[in-house]
């Protein structure tokens, strides 16, 4: 939904390593372009859009608020887990939250049930 889509097929093995640090060397952090024997070098968001093939109009991210029952309702569809497992979490938190610590061992297990 967020449009970076595209990044999942970008590779650093299909990247020139040579090229990627002469472009590092070369990057001015200060005024955020590359200086190169040829000239001064901005990249846009055009060009971003145009390598990536990424959106570079609308929203990138817009979220709703979500209530402790309409999150646990998401837990139960996206992740499978037990609505009382969810709902324990939610009450842990107290609130539409969850643990990084909780979400990671939602993982491993659904992980080794595949196994």
């Known amino acids: 939904m967020s449009g970076l889509g595209g990044l999942v097929h970008a590779s650093y ?13 070369r990057w001015n952090a ?25 959106p570079i109009v609308g929203h990138f991210y817009m979220h709703q608020t979500l209530d402790s029952y309409s999150t646990n309702d998401l837990l139960v569809e996206s992740l499978r887990v037990n609505h009382g497992v969810a709902s324990e979490e939610t009450r842990h938190c107290r609130g539409p939250h969850v643990r990084l610590s909780w979400l990671r061992d939602v993982y491993e297990d659904a992980c080794l049930k595949r196994r």
């Open 13 to 25: 093995e299909n990247l020139d390593r040579g090229l990627l640090c002469a472009f590092v060397e």
């Open 30 to 54: 200060e005024t955020n372009t590359f200086h190169l024997p040829i000239r001064e070098m901005t990249i846009t968001l055009n060009d971003v859009s145009n390598l990536l093939h990424l």
